[in-house]
């Protein structure tokens, strides 16, 4: 068979847009600059120039590149002006200045143990970390499940998100909707939740998973 001469698109990389190794400019340490740095930023993202800013919003050139540079403080009238020219709200400016940036720390075998559908069946479940009202939109539940010679019914589970599963011991043969996945340690599954899913064989116990549920947080 001849071969295109257009290359295809990789598509697992074309949807990788975040580099897990980026880094950010460190947090300003006053509010002035906390709000030059975010008029930034939001003209940067607009891709113009500090010239047009002026003609939008009416201001110098001088007292613009004064505002971005955090050596003055702007007014709120001023603000209501850049807010309108960069189409966004006023509280944007102040997002970064001591937002609290939130994480979960659980010691080895210190997970809360929680009832969930299937825990009858012998499914046991540990949170390993939980936080409420990121700067996401977010929220991620990550399990520790356990199945043990107990586990003889096979509830199927179905919510909302996105569910990644990494095997760490013994073997299930996993279902999700109409497929069926034979997992080991060291495979991991990784699908849309909405599907049914949930193991359907238990092939060497005791087995353990991690699983990692992501959905859209509730505002």
């Given amino acids: 068979m001849a071969k295109s001469g257009k290359q295809q698109a990789n598509p697992a990389k ?62 709120l009238t ?3 002006a ?35 559908r299937g825990t009858r069946a012998g499914h046991h479940y540990s949170l390993l970390g939980h936080i409420e009202n990121n700067t996401s939109g977010v929220v991620v539940e990550p399990y520790l499940i356990t199945l043990n010679a107990e586990s003889d019914v096979f509830p199927t589970f179905q919510h909302e998100g996105m569910e990644f599963l990494y095997m760490l011991e013994g073997e299930v043969i996993y279902r999700h909707g109409d497929s069926l996945y034979r997992m080991a340690a060291g495979d991991s599954l990784f699908f849309d939740a909405d599907a049914p899913h949930g193991p359907e064989e238990l092939v060497k116990l005791p087995a353990r998973y991690l699983s990692i549920i992501a959905y859209p947080q509730q505002r």
Avoid: C, W
């Fill in 14 to 75: 074309a949807a990788l847009a975040q580099d897990p190794h980026a880094v950010r400019e460190p947090r300003a340490n006053n509010l002035e600059m906390a709000i030059g740095h975010e008029v930034r930023i939001y003209r940067k993202k607009l891709g113009i120039t500090v010239a047009d800013m002026a003609v939008a919003t009416g201001m110098s050139v001088g007292m613009l590149s004064k505002i971005e540079n955090g050596n003055i403080s702007p007014s």
């Fill in 82 to 116: 850049l807010s309108k020219a960069l189409g966004v709200p006023i509280t944007a400016f102040f997002r970064g200045f001591e937002e609290p940036r939130s994480a979960s720390f659980v010691k080895a075998g210190e997970g809360v143990n929680l009832e969930r």
């Fill in 78 to 80: 001023t603000l209501q």
